[in-house]
């Protein structure tokens, strides 16, 4: 019997891309700017993930970092975002629009559903600056989103917890819960044993230091290294992930 558990990889770049597929990922989402929490990457970036990979790309939408409470001129960015993912071959996009009082914009979320149909939707981590996540999950049920990332309304999946259990026995098969937060190979089993997730998003727990082959250094003494994601950290946690699968049943 095969693994169950959908293992999404967040990358901020494409040769991390090229690497989670080449680790086993199930899914990407494709960003850039990953330490402001992520913007949406070139369309460069876009269309060599989609030709290179056999797994799904998923694309963030955003094009800023901040707030999740677009202008009318950021919202028609997005809509054009939306499109070009379309165009390129991905086959989801990761979006997230709320309104001031902390309840999801539901005209401007619908009309990118819209747009982006038939992609995939997932609703990203917005989701858990909403006033309320119960009604918050109501509402995405009500407009089609396929997924929600969370990680419960708190800052990692071990303290939203309690709050992720409620969500993924509330949601049932009308909407994924994608877990997310924090997730790491130590922690990854008992929060998969707990909380019944079978969608769960890594990002830091899959990158290792790539070193620079470049032969000479900047004159400020700066480092070319970079943090990306890492194959072999990729199967490690696909491994973690398979060895939760059986109390699932």
């Known amino acids: 019997m095969g693994r169950s558990i959908t293992v999404e990889i967040c990358v901020g770049d494409l040769r991390s891309a090229l690497e989670a597929g080449e680790g086993g990922a199930d899914r990407v989402e494709l960003c850039d700017r990953l ?12 269309a060599e993930a989609c030709r290179r990979l056999t797994i799904p790309v998923h694309v963030l939408i955003r094009n800023r970092a901040g707030d999740f409470a677009p202008s009318e001129p950021e919202l028609a960015a997005m809509h054009h975002d939306v499109e070009t ?24 979320t619908a009309r990118l559903i819209e747009l982006a149909r038939p992609m995939s939707v997932t609703f990203h981590k917005a989701f858990d600056q909403t006033r309320d996540l119960d009604e918050a999950l109501e509402t995405l049920v009500e407009l089609g989103v396929d997924r929600v990332l969370t990680s419960g309304g ?8 309690d709050a992720l259990v409620r969500l993924v026995a509330r949601a049932g098969d009308r909407i994924g819960v994608l877990v997310a937060g924090r997730l790491t190979v130590e ?25 620079s082959p470049a032969a000479f250094a900047p004159p400020d003494g700066s480092t070319l ?16 992930a398979a060895d939760s699968e059986s109390t699932l049943c």
């Open 35 to 46: 330490e402001v929490g992520g913007t949406t990457p070139s369309a460069g970036t876009i």
């Open 85 to 108: 993912a379309k165009r390129l071959g991905a086959s989801g996009v990761v979006l997230g629009i709320l309104k001031n009082d902390g309840t999801i914009d539901r005209d401007a």
């Open 154 to 161: 708190r800052p990692s999946a071990e303290a939203g917890a």
């Open 187 to 211: 922690n990854l089993g008992g929060i998969v044993r707990r909380t019944r997730a079978r969608e769960i998003h890594l990002g830091s727990a899959a990158m290792g230091l790539n070193e």
């Open 225 to 240: 290294d970079w943090l990306g994601v890492r194959a072999e950290r990729v199967r490690r946690i696909i491994e973690v």
